[in-house]
């Protein structure tokens, strides 16, 4: 493939880099600061907050985000001509398309955090185990970065240990050290436009680009490459965008790659704006980026499950719905399914209707917390204009 490639955007320091206008460079210390401290003002539970309910329990976030349990029977007779994907919480999906089963950044530890008592609490438990007897076998794992909401070394033990070599994992140039030092070595590495044909299938792997960046500690800042997975076959196309801020490539890869059937496109993680918009989109951008990549039918991630910036959690889906609905997508677009629910697309169609998405929007569950606007009503007061953003 020509254009862009990884290597060209490498930095003789060994660092990669964002090419657009649209990335501002790497955050200061002052502003992660002043980030932090506006997270701890809202002292908000560390599993986040309701746009209805500023202390939420647990419980409240279990209404507010009720857990599907997994179609076993759809998930063990995949139609090959369809492609389908399962929510198992934020960026985390399991995709099933011409026989094959792909499962993208496994995160399934109860926390967010390279320490497992601190950091940002799950709210919603993980739809999927790799322990689950039921679990169709898994081809290949697709790893976007990481940053540790995307790549999550406990889950990626217990991947490796019910797999084994069998797992083909494919990650970004930089991260198959990280594998090696874990003993996994089935790995494959790809710089941005470079694809690799999954072993035994027709499907191709394309690492796409992201405006997004690095880390898992403090010295090790973009060493290592971000990205989207595109997943092409000969009767289905899938692509998950990964974490990202908003940029001119996402009409690129839909001239490259596109259509879609089905993608699975960020909406979460956007407050404050100005601050988080170089490395997350929010619900407006989430709903340009699926139509410059020419996606039929998209799902929403990396929101509802862990609390990573200022937004209410339950925020991103209800102006995803209303974004979706001002600019004339049809009702089964673009939607944010439940945790654990599943979206087929066959023909560019969605095959299981009616499809279990999210409830918005939610009513309040406190009295004493009455009077609180509903989350379109509350983004609006806060000046949310829908958008951009990003994460820790
Ligand atoms: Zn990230």
Redesign the pocket.
Known sequence: MTGITAASLRGADGRFDNPWPTWKGDKSLWDLREFAKQMRELRAPNYGYLSYKRQPTLADMSAAFPLRAPDYDALSSPDPAAVSALWVGHASVLVQMEGLTLWTDPVLADRASPLPFVGPRRAVPPALSPEDPWLPKVDAILI????Y??LCAPSVKRLHRRYGDDLVWYVPLGLAEWFAARGIKNVKELGWWEQAQHPGSKVQLVLTPAQ???ARGIMDRRKTL?GGWAALGERSRFWFA??TGYAPVFKEIGQRLGPFDLSAIPIGAYEPRAFMAP??VGPDEAVTIHRDVRSRRSIAIHCCTFHLTLEPLDEPPALLAREAAARGLADDEFVCLQHGAMMTVKDGAVVNSPLQRLPLPRPATDAGEQQQPQPQQAAASRGVGLAAS???
Request: proline share 0%.
């Open positions: 976007s970065h990481n940053h909401d995307h997004h960046w690095s971000w990964g974490d490395q997350h990003d994460e820790l």
